[in-house]
């Protein structure tokens, strides 16, 4: 009966330290569907599945949880969604976010070494070649 008690003692510790390393949290923000949402993550892995509601609901699970520096906002020209590992946790954190999005939704994404799945999605997809050492800025090519 002791050796129970200390498998259960062992199971519920580590539960709680699984809790520690990760939070899962839902921001809810109103949107038409003919809005934009903005998006910019780095090393995540990014779900957009399109749907019927008004709103645009992100559910974020950071690992870990004080590793990331997270924002949402919303106007008038669209709906942000910013995920950004903080200094110094390097590729220790990381995050998987599920974004739903309304139908007529344009969709901006700007990703820093991540992950992008598609669901319910119609259109066409253009992806910007990657170039070392180049910054685009209004379709001017600065080297750096």
């Given at each position: 009966?002791?050796?129970?008690?200390?498998?259960?003692?062992?199971?519920?510790?580590?539960?709680?330290?699984?809790?520690?390393?990760?939070?899962?949290?839902?921001?809810?923000?109103?949107?038409?569907?003919?809005?934009?949402?903005?998006?910019?993550?780095?090393?995540?892995?990014?779900?957009?599945?399109?749907?019927?509601?008004?709103?645009?609901?992100?559910?974020?699970?950071?690992?870990?949880?004080?590793?990331?520096?997270?924002?949402?906002?919303y106007d008038a020209n669209g709906v942000y969604i910013v995920a950004l590992r903080r200094m110094g946790f390097?590729?220790?954190?990381?995050?998987?976010?599920?974004?739903?999005?309304?139908?007529?939704?344009?969709?901006?994404?700007?990703?820093?070494?991540?992950?992008?799945?598609?669901?319910?999605?119609?259109?066409?997809?253009?992806?910007?070649?990657?170039?070392?050492?180049?910054?685009?800025?209004?379709?001017?090519?600065?080297?750096?």
């Amino acid at each position: 009966m002791q050796h129970l008690n200390r498998m259960i003692q062992i199971a519920q510790t580590a539960s709680r330290i699984g809790d520690l390393t990760r939070k899962k949290h839902t921001h809810v923000l109103p949107a038409e569907h003919s809005t934009t949402v903005y998006l910019h993550t780095e090393n995540a892995a990014l779900r957009i599945v399109r749907w019927d509601k008004r709103q645009v609901e992100a559910t974020l699970e950071t690992r870990p949880p004080i590793g990331w520096r997270v924002a949402t906002d919303y106007d008038a020209n669209g709906v942000y969604i910013v995920a950004l590992r903080r200094m110094g946790f390097g590729t220790v954190a990381s995050a998987t976010i599920d974004v739903l999005v309304p139908r007529g939704a344009y969709l901006v994404l700007r990703m820093d070494d991540g992950l992008v799945s598609l669901d319910r999605v119609r259109g066409t997809l253009n992806i910007a070649p990657e170039f070392p050492n180049q910054l685009t800025v209004n379709n001017n090519i600065t080297k750096t």
